[in-house]
Every structure is written in C-alpha cells, then in structure tokens.
C-alpha cells in the first residue's frame, strides 16, 4: 500500500464524509425531537409486532421510531452512497482526470495504488460510522429519551459494512472498466433496486423469500436494531466486498489503462459507416453542435435516460406489485400511526393512491429527477467553467444572461421529459395491474412532480452561477433536497412544527394529494416560482462575477 | 481615424491583496502584430481575460475595437478571435464538431475556409478532441480563432505543442491578417516567434507595464556584446569606468563586454588604451534583451 495515496485520498474524502454522518447525526436529533414531543397515545396503543417491525424494542420511548427513519433509510443511503462515489472514483478517477498517468509514471504498481484507495475507503467508512454511532448515543441522551436495550452500534455496523459492500463494488466495476459513471451507475441501481425490492416484496406472498436475492436484505433484514449483529448476514456482505476487491485487483491489472482520451460509441461507429453516416451526421454531429441549446441537451441525454429508464422500470412495476399483494396487508396499514406514516413519506399506504405515492411520488421520483436536475444545474455554468470551456464560449457573441436562460430551457425540457416517463410507467403499471386510478391524477402528480425537480434544479443553477463551483452547487442542494424531505415528512406529525412543513417544497406537491384530488394550480404556482425565481437570480448572480477557470 | 485594436486606461485587476494588473495604459493599433510579453504570473493572462469581460477590472477600462470591453462585450465578440492558455475543449467532439460548435455560435463563417486553414496547419478534424495529443488540439483551437476572419484575434501562448513546420506556417497567417489591415494580439513566451512576426512589443512585469516598443528600436538601444582586439595588452579599468559598460572579461589582447550605449563613445575610448586591431559586435536578439527584463523581475 502507497502511504502517500492512501492520505491524499482521506484528505480529499474526508470532509465529504464527515458533512455526511454529521448531516445524519443531526437529522438524527432534530427527528427525535419531533417525536419526543407527540401524543403517544396512539404509540402505546400500536401492536408489538409493529414495534418489532420497525426495530423498537419494549419499553423504548416513541422517539426511537427515529433510528429506522433516519439511520436505516437516510443513514444508510447517505453511507453507501459516499462509499459509491469514493470506490468509482479510486482507479478510474484518476484515470477520468488524466492523472493516472503521472501517478503510475512513479516506481507504483497499480495494485499499490489500489490497494491505497481500498484502505481509504475503509478508514473513511469507519469515521462515517463512528460519528453516526457517536450521535446515535449522545442523541437520546441529551433529549433523555429511553432507547431500552435497543442496539445502535449494530444498526451502525451494520450500515457500515452494508456500505463497504457497495463502495467495492463501485471500486471492482471501476477497476475493470476505467469508467467512474459506469462503477457509480451500476454500484447505485443494484442498491437501488435492492431497497425497493426488500421494501416491497415481503409483502406478496407468492414472492415471499426472494427478497433475499438484494444485499440491501442483509444489511437490514435482520432488524439489527432489535436483534443485534447477525454475524451470518455481515459475513455474506463483508465477504461478497472482500471478493469485490479481489477481482478488482485482477481487473486492474489486465487491461490497458485510460488517458484523458475518449472510448468509440456506437454513434461514432455509425457516423463512420457508410450506410448509415448521414443519418447518425443528424443524430450526433450537425445538430448536437448547432447550438448551445442542442449543445446542453447532447451533453445530458444519458443522464436522462438512465434516470427516466430507471424511473419508467420503477413505475411501471408498482401496479403489478400492488395487485399482488393481499388485500389485508394494506388494511393493516390503516392502523398506522402519523409518526410511521411519516417514515414511509407521510402517506397512507391502505389506500392504493398512498402505495403509489410512496413508492413511486414521495421518494423515488424526487431522488432520480433530483439527481438529474442537480446534475444539470451544477454543471449548467460551473462545469464550463471547471471544463475550461466558458472563456471559449464566450468568446462568441453571446450574453452571459443567455447561457443562463438557454440552460435552464433546457433543464425545463428535461424537467418535463422525466414526468412523462413518470406518468407513462406509472399508467401503464396501472393498466397492467387493473387498478382503480385516474389518467387524470397521474398526469397532475407527475406534473407537479416535474415542478418539484425543476426547484431543485433552479437552486443547483443558482448556486452554480453565483459561485462557479459545481462541488458547492450540487451538495448544497442535496442537502436541500435531503432537509426539504425530512422537513415534509416529519415536522407535520408534530403540532408545535407544523406550520414549518410549509417551506418545504414537497409540501405543494403532495401536500394536496394530487393522486386523489387531482391538480392543485396553486401548488403548481409555488413550485413553479421556486424554479423561476433561482433562475432569474442567477442571471445576475453570474453577470456580476469574475470567470472562474 | 481608425480605432485602437486595443485601448487600455489605468487598467487595474486586484485578487484580495494581490495586485496582478496595475495602472496599465497600452494601444494595441489596427493593423499591427502586437507581442505580449511578460514572465509567468507577470499579470498578460489576466490583462488578455479583462479586456474580454471574462473577468472585471478593479479600476480603469479597455475598449476593444473602439467598443466598450464591458458594456458592449457581445457586440465585441463579433469581431474577436480567442484561443486561451491551456486551451480545453469538448473532449466527447470531433475536431470537426467543435469547430461546427462555435461556427455556429459565431455566425458568419465561411467553410471553405476553414478546410483551408486545416490544410494549411495540417489539422485532421476527424478525431474526438479528448484524443488529440496537444499540438493537434492546438490547432482546432487556432482554427476556430481565424475561421471568421475576425478584426482582432488574441492569443494566449499559441503555438505551444506546435512543430516547426506548423509554427512556420501559422507565423505566415498571422503576417497575412496584419497585411489585411486586421490585428494580431499575441502574448508568448517563444521569443524567436514574436520577434519574427511582431511589429511592436509590450513587456509586463509584475502587473506592471515596463516597455511598449517597436522590435526594431528595442533591439538597436539593446546591449549588444562587443569584442574589442588590441595589438598588445590593455587595461580595462577605463571600460569599466565607462557607463553603459558591464561584464568586462580580458584575455590576452582581448577585451569582452556587453555595452549599451552609443558605440562611437567606446571606440574612441578604446583608442585611447592601445592599437585597435578589430572590433565584433554582435547585436542583441529579443531573447537577451527580455532575460534582462524578466532577471530583473526575480531580482
């Protein structure tokens, strides 16, 4: 292992990864706050087997609901996704910045250097799970909240482990292919489709048993909470990450490494084939480069459409899924109380209309369009210029204000693109499972949907704009999107923080409960201002300034 | 009257405490091949993005083509070429794709021509920018800055990565621009190049402007190296004494110094010591007359 690789890389994840377990640390307190404050009544009144289910164990106050709600869905999504970004950025991100090179032109060979990174990402992880573990205890504490015997550091460890898991992956699939999008692409669907399919799955009966086949199952299946480490489900995961590394030595080792050079795509092939040069011209030449307008769309379509592909395959399955499931599971929703209904995105899963939205509206489709909006908003201005690229843009007669507005049509184009693939998955799931909805209702939701996604990509250009920086631009509004979720969800089961649910955007899109009110023109308003006004902000913002670059 | 390429007034650019541009008054005219020169971090970068409203000035103001470089910076770039330091483009476009890029964002360039420029610089335009090695790259990023036959093309260290030939080749455009009445501004390093091309230079020191001159003029008041040949031994305590005079060497009836004055004065002077057998001065070139400046900058 190269000592000196191994602390660049802590120095320059560090901070990442400590804004992270702190963000969920203090998530941690202000949601056990909330709940520490509610009626308990309908708490004291809940079956145990709910309790269990949510990895309460007896005697436990009410605010311990908090430790599935944060550290089990946000806690663990936040750690695993850092480990993503750290494992696809080892190997291939060196190789992506071109300076993978330079490092190997040392007396280093390239297991040296990843093995440096493996270790970073393991110690890194540990911090992360140290500080989560650290306010997991301190939290109840300085609330006087009663935890019982429930088991913190094995939900931790668990979480911990469950995240080197797909950090490896990440780092394996970089390894082999040199391609940081791809490793981070495929480490986050698998995670991805493993939390909906544990979510989801026990609950049909004929399926029952299958949920075991996603490694989200063993991070979480086990309830360690309530249960503590099981040891056989960390050692499947740690086991399957050893492996991960294993072959991600061998994969670095067999092939030729990248430099700042580009790989042929099948469209550069086509444009290179006779037969079907002038249509692929059409495609991928002449029209990407007729202006910046078509320029931005070029630079995102793969963005969008592994989101929208993602969200089309998400959203046409809900309806299938849902008529599979017997009728009595989701009665037994109805005896929910608002602090558990706020756990699955504030919304009544007894009703079909509240399975959609949470498997489909409340979270899936703000996480997948906010991605793709905060990708674009970042970069819309900050990525030309960490690019180097603004100084030659502008040296055309163009206005700053005009890159600006060109951009964000572009993102409204976008915005729009992935509500319709939202709404059409989403109807066709509901065809194909014969279910009682609506067009009307979808397309209002998706719409709304589409508005929701635009805010957050209106902040992210923003921030771009003013700050040239696409590392600020694009955490600031993850963490704006994470606090404006959190706050939708769970400051309204609370009556002292109710009136706050109100600033957050979720609030007017399904504050109104489009799936079964229909379109809601005055949330549509709001949201669509929280688009615009950062828009026209931002014209200023970047006129204003000094090009960065 | 034709305007200024370039006009600059008290032309000041402060980073917090650090001050990369001062007070700086310079006329680039039409017409002209102009060098920028400077050491690195001497302040020609930041000179090159003020005056194209890339970044703002603390104080003073430039107006490029006799048009505000602020106010009017779009109508400006009508009639501009760039090509910026470390240039980096689309690494996913062809060569093609990216001149297409900004033809189309420039407007009013004609493609005949600028498949004469590729030939000319021997550009292929078929591979992804990302796969360029750096000259090749350089040349698209030359070609987009002559393709719509601008008024004004600046360049920011041009022909870094280029071959010879190339150079030699890009030398002949930018002669050929200024023989039609439209202007170069240049800022380089490579010595040999401006002083083969260039009409007049600017030299910048630490934000400052030092000279503005002709190469010409620079070059004759420059210190020239001179080698005086005596028939016998001499003393050299009457060169030394001489102003202008630096770097006195003897050896046998040889005396060697670098001189930077009205050489008539040292003549007399050196028939006054001894019989004067033959005398070599060698004048100096743009390369010794900036070492003086940029040593000056370090010291």
Redesign the interface.
């Known amino acids: 292992m190269l000592a000196n690789v191994f602390m660049k890389t802590n120095r320059d994840r560090t901070l990442g990864m400590l804004l992270g377990s702190v963000s969920i640390g203090l998530m941690l307190l202000f949601a056990m706050a909330v709940y520490r404050d509610i009626d308990v009544s309908l708490y004291d009144s809940l079956p145990p087997v709910f309790l269990e289910l949510f990895g309460v164990p007896e005697g436990a106050d009410v605010a311990s609901l908090a430790f599935g709600a944060i550290y089990s869905f946000m806690g663990a999504l936040t750690l695993a996704g850092l480990a993503i970004s750290m494992g696809s950025a080892s190997i291939a991100g060196e190789e992506r910045n071109g300076t993978i090179g330079i490092l190997l032109g040392n007396p280093v060979s390239r297991s040296r250097v990843l093995a440096a990174k493996a270790a970073s990402v393991v110690l890194l992880l540990f911090i992360g799970g140290l500080v989560m573990w650290a306010a997991g205890l301190w939290t109840p504490e300085v609330l006087g909240i009663e935890i019982a015997d429930m088991r913190v550091g094995a939900m931790v460890f668990h979480m911990t482990v469950s995240a080197l898991f797909y950090g490896f992956l990440a780092l394996m699939v970089g390894a082999w292919t040199g391609n940081p999008q791809t490793a981070s692409g495929v480490s986050v669907t698998i995670m991805m489709v493993g939390y909906l399919g544990t979510s989801i799955l026990p609950f049909i009966e004929q399926l029952d048993g299958w949920e075991r086949v996603f490694p989200w199952y063993y991070f979480n299946g086990s309830n360690p909470t309530l249960n503590g480490i099981d040891w056989e489900h960390m050692a499947i995961l740690g086991g399957a990450a050893l492996a991960f590394l294993a072959f991600g030595f061998v994969g670095v080792n067999r092939r030729d490494l990248r430099s700042?050079?580009?790989k042929r795509t099948l469209i550069?092939r086509l444009r290179d084939n006779p037969r079907t040069a002038a249509v692929a011209e059409k495609i991928a030449?002449?029209a990407?480069?007729?202006?910046?307008a078509m320029?931005t769309v070029s630079d995102h379509q793969g963005m969008l459409i592994i989101t929208g592909a993602i969200m089309f395959y998400v959203s046409i399955l809900m309806g299938p899924l849902y008529a599979l499931v017997p009728d009595e599971t989701w009665a037994a929703f109805s005896s929910f109380p608002d602090v558990l209904v706020a756990m699955i995105g504030g919304t009544d899963m007894s009703t079909v209309e509240g399975f959609f939205q949470a498997e489909i509206f409340a979270i899936t489709m703000p996480i997948a369009g906010a991605v793709l909006m905060i990708s674009m908003g970042s970069r819309a201005i900050a990525g030309e210029e960490r690019?180097?690229?603004?100084?030659?843009?502008?040296?055309?007669?163009?206005?700053r204000s005009k890159i600006v507005v060109t951009k964000a049509w572009v993102m409204v184009a976008f915005g729009f693109a992935f509500g319709l693939v939202t709404f059409l998955g989403t109807w066709l799931g509901v065809l194909m499972g014969g279910i009682d909805m609506g067009i009307g209702v979808i397309a209002a939701t998706s719409l709304l949907g589409s508005l929701l996604i635009l805010g957050f990509g209106g902040f992210a250009l923003l921030l771009s704009a003013a700050t040239g920086e696409t590392s600020i631009s694009s955490w600031a509004t993850t963490a704006w999107v994470a606090v404006a979720y959190f706050a939708f969800a769970f400051l309204g089961v609370n009556p002292d923080t109710e009136a706050w649910v109100q600033l957050s955007p979720y609030h007017y899109f399904l504050g109104g409960d489009p799936l079964v009110e229909g379109m809601q023109w005055g949330d549509a308003l709001v949201l669509a201002a929280t688009f615009v006004v950062p828009v026209l902000l931002a014209i200023p913002a970047f006129r204003?300034?000094?090009?960065k670059g | 009257m034709t305007d200024p390429a370039i006009l600059t007034e008290g032309l000041t650019k402060h980073y917090g405490d650090v001050e990369a541009l001062n007070e700086l008054d310079l006329e680039v005219e039409t017409g002209e091949v102009f060098g920028f020169l400077g050491p690195n971090g001497a302040g020609k970068t930041t000179m090159i993005r003020t005056i194209l409203d890339l970044i703002r000035p603390t104080r003073g103001s430039a107006k490029v083509v006799g048009l505000d470089s602020h106010a009017d910076a779009v109508e400006i770039r009508r009639h501009i070429g760039y090509l910026p330091s470390d240039l980096t483009m689309y690494p996913r476009l062809t060569g093609r794709d990216t001149i297409k890029y900004f033809a189309n964002l420039r407007g009013g360039v004609d493609w005949s021509y600028v498949e004469e420029l590729a030939e000319r610089l021997q550009a292929d335009l078929s591979p992804k920018v990302g796969d360029y090695s750096s000259g090749n790259r350089q040349k698209v990023g030359l070609i987009q800055a002559f393709m719509n036959k601008p008024k004004l093309i600046v360049m920011d260290e041009p022909s870094s990565g280029l071959d010879p030939l190339v150079q030699r080749e890009f030398q002949r455009m930018m002669r050929e621009v200024a023989s039609e009445g439209r202007t170069i501004f240049l800022s380089s390093h490579t010595l040999s190049e401006v002083q083969a091309v260039a009409d007049r230079v600017g030299v910048i020191r630490e934000g400052y402007l030092v000279e503005v001159s002709s190469v010409d003029d620079l070059r004759s008041k420059a210190i020239r190296s001179v080698e005086l040949r005596f028939e016998g031994s001499v003393e050299t305590s009457v060169f030394e004494a001489m102003d202008g005079v630096t770097d006195v060497q003897a050896t046998n009836h040889h005396v060697r110094m670098s001189y930077g004055g009205n050489l008539v004065d040292l003549l007399r002077a050196a028939a006054d010591v001894g019989t004067l057998v033959d005398v070599s001065s060698q004048e100096a070139d743009l390369e010794q007359i900036f070492l003086t400046y940029y040593e000056g900058s370090e010291a």
């Open positions: 700042k050079g580009t550069d030449g002449s990407r480069v007729s202006g910046l320029k690019d180097h690229t603004m100084g030659l843009l502008l040296s055309s007669p163009m206005d204003r300034r000094d090009l």
